[in-house]
């Protein structure tokens, strides 16, 4: 959600700041805008849509070496051109200040009527407006001291970055609650909410922490909190190629395919080094706990929002059939405002790709509030959770960059294989099974390369999927949140309305809505429950409702009138992934029937900074 980007130095600020937005296109986005301080003083564009709108439409000698910009999910207000950041206090494209803001000012309303009664005209609906307006007014002799004393008037979340044409050397930024970097370059700065954005310029970086500010000038930068006073933190160089953000695409090639594609290749690199074959178990040392503190962990709970919400649901089954541990998982959504009871001797899992879900991030601060362990599942290198958390397991996907996750969801199942391996094999997983589930994990990389050759056959059956207005996912057990995976990814990118359910659960209300109308995608592997998969795909052809049926091949669905799609047998305990693959091919080509942009779907964004 929304993005940041901002430049300081010898080069021409636009043409940096605009490559930047277009590195942050995947978080979701609606408007864009960039901010120039140069010789003629502070020049501001903007405009609704795509960043190549912004460009295209950017005015003759927009120059300066100074500058930020900003892409906006909308909060407060539709996107139009005038709530489009960044926002000035003269209410229009020029002025003294200029202000880029990602997160909420919970307090918008109060700030805008203080404004009002003092005789300011404001002209957005944005809450962000009120940032520009507070430093304008601010008696304060320093840049730094006039943003103090805005954010201190502000509650809420911000990622903040100000410029100002009376000092045109700096930028101020500022944080809290959502993400925000200092890049390091050769004599010149960059700040972002998002690595993506700089890594083609800067690895070097420094992660601001919540109430803290920076002032960026070319020849470095410094932090300090609300106070004034300096504080400690220092740039790191991020162990990351800077080519893996490269998106290397033909010409009309989809990022959330390229993706699905490279997913036997993220599956490799997340288990390199990990598997201890002698033994039959997994080695994880980013847990931070010994054998005896993993044998004390009585139970273990789940959180994540999305995708990382239901494979945090495959994740706690696992962790119960091999470690025998009670585990389950919840919407971090939801976590904390349930004021929730924090166990000593439970392992919490925080569940993220970016690292930096706001949800999440805030949940595992309720955890540590109160005195809990909690380890991160993330993708990102030095994000906000990774470094909240007591531990965690670096999923290794490689950037992902479609909003609709999958080669990121699949790591995070595998990380959980591990993890679940890990704490069955210092209790009771006898080393055979233990074994048993390395030589699986070794072979999953090839199983998923079959998975994808099935392609062909899924489009076809998407192409008619996509013409229904409502269908069912229904799976068992294990079967569940392969469903609720299957129906997520279906309305997030063809905005087809799509609903899971537990198989079992059809009788007490859903059959009602089954017709020929109305399909279902049943999961039906071949396990202890699939005669009671099948009686149930009984029912639904019973009332004419058509089948699309997940399953393994040899399963036998008797003289039922389905579609197939057979995936390819491993271990029990690893079907949830190899069943979730074609569902990720289903919604992609449902999609792509529709002609709809699939790596940009409407109204959603990548990384979820805002509640």
């Avoid at 909060?75 to 950041?85: E, K, L």
């Avoid at 972002?192 to 070319?218: K, N």
């Avoid at 998923?448 to 057990?477: P, T, Y």
């Amino acid at each position: 959600m929304c993005g940041i980007v901002g430049y300081v130095g010898s080069q021409q600020a636009a043409p940096l700041l605009l490559e930047g937005l277009a590195r942050l296109e995947h978080r979701g986005y609606d408007s864009a805008g960039v901010g120039v301080v140069g010789p003629s003083g502070l020049r501001v564009a903007k405009r609704a849509g795509r960043v190549r709108d912004l460009s295209e439409g950017l005015p003759k000698r927009f120059a300066g070496k100074l500058g930020i910009g900003h892409t906006r999910w909308a909060t407060h207000g539709p996107a139009n051109d005038v709530n489009a950041h960044p926002h000035t206090e003269a209410g229009g494209l020029a002025g003294s200040v200029a202000v880029v803001h990602n997160g909420i000012v919970d307090n918008a309303a109060a700030l805008r009527q203080r404004l009002t009664d003092a005789g300011v005209e404001l002209v957005s609906d944005t809450d962000t407006e009120v940032f520009a307006h507070l430093i304008a007014r601010s008696t304060a002799d320093t840049l730094e001291g006039k943003v103090v004393e805005a954010v201190g008037s502000v509650e809420g979340t911000y990622g903040l970055a100000v410029v100002h044409a009376d000092f045109p050397d700096r930028i101020v930024v500022a944080r809290n609650g959502s993400p925000l970097i200092v890049g390091v370059g050769e004599k010149e700065m960059f700040v972002a909410s998002d690595l993506a954005a700089i890594v083609r310029h800067t690895t070097t970086v420094a992660h601001l922490e919540d109430g803290e500010l920076a002032t960026v000038t070319a020849g470095g930068f410094t932090t300090f909190r609300q106070d004034l006073s300096r504080s400690a933190t220092t740039a790191t160089k991020v162990d990351v190629d800077p080519s893996a953000y490269e998106h290397g695409l033909e010409d009309g090639e989809s990022r959330m395919y390229a993706e699905m594609l490279e997913q036997p290749a993220a599956v490799e690199r997340a288990l390199r080094g990990r598997l201890d074959d002698r033994f039959g178990t997994a080695h994880l040392g980013g847990l931070n706990l010994d054998a005896r503190e993993l044998r004390a962990i009585r139970r273990v709970k789940m959180l994540g929002c999305g995708s990382a919400y239901y494979v945090g649901q495959m994740g706690a089954a696992l962790v119960e059939e091999l470690a025998r541990i009670p585990a389950d998982a919840e919407a971090a959504s939801e976590f904390r405002y349930r004021d929730p009871v924090i166990e000593p001797d439970t392992l919490y899992v925080a569940v993220s790709q970016s690292g930096e879900t706001i949800d999440t991030l805030l949940a595992v601060e309720e955890i540590r509030r109160k005195g809990g362990r909690v380890i991160g599942l993330v993708n990102v290198v030095g994000s906000a959770i990774a470094r909240a958390c007591d531990g965690g397991i670096y999923l290794h996907a490689g950037p992902e960059i479609a909003v609709a996750s999958t080669k990121a969801l699949t790591n995070m199942y595998v990380a959980f294989a591990l993890l679940a391996l890990q704490l069955g094999r210092v209790r009771d997983l006898s080393i055979a099974d233990g074994k048993r589930l390395v030589n699986a994990l070794q072979e999953l990389p090839a199983k998923l390369e079959q998975v994808l050759k099935l392609e062909d056959e899924i489009a076809e059956i998407a192409a008619d999927l996509a013409q229904c207005d409502s269908m069912f996912f229904v799976g068992r057990v294990r079967g569940y949140p392969v469903a609720r995976e299957g129906a997520q990814k279906l309305k997030e990118i063809s905005y087809r309305h799509a609903e899971a359910y537990q198989t079992s659960e059809l009788k007490h209300g859903p059959l009602a809505l089954i017709s020929p109308e109305v399909p279902t995608v049943a999961i039906v592997p071949d396990d202890e429950l699939t005669e009671r998969n099948v009686a149930a795909l009984h029912e639904i052809a019973a009332r004419g409702g058509p089948l699309v049926v997940v399953t393994h091949d040899g399963v036998d669905l008797g003289a039922l009138d389905v579609r197939r799609i057979d995936v390819p047998r491993l271990e029990r305990e690893l079907d949830p992934i190899l069943l979730t693959i074609p569902l990720q091919l289903l919604a992609f080509h449902a999609a792509e029937s529709l002609g709809l942009d699939i790596d940009k779907p409407r109204n959603l964004a990548k990384s979820v900074t805002v509640e």
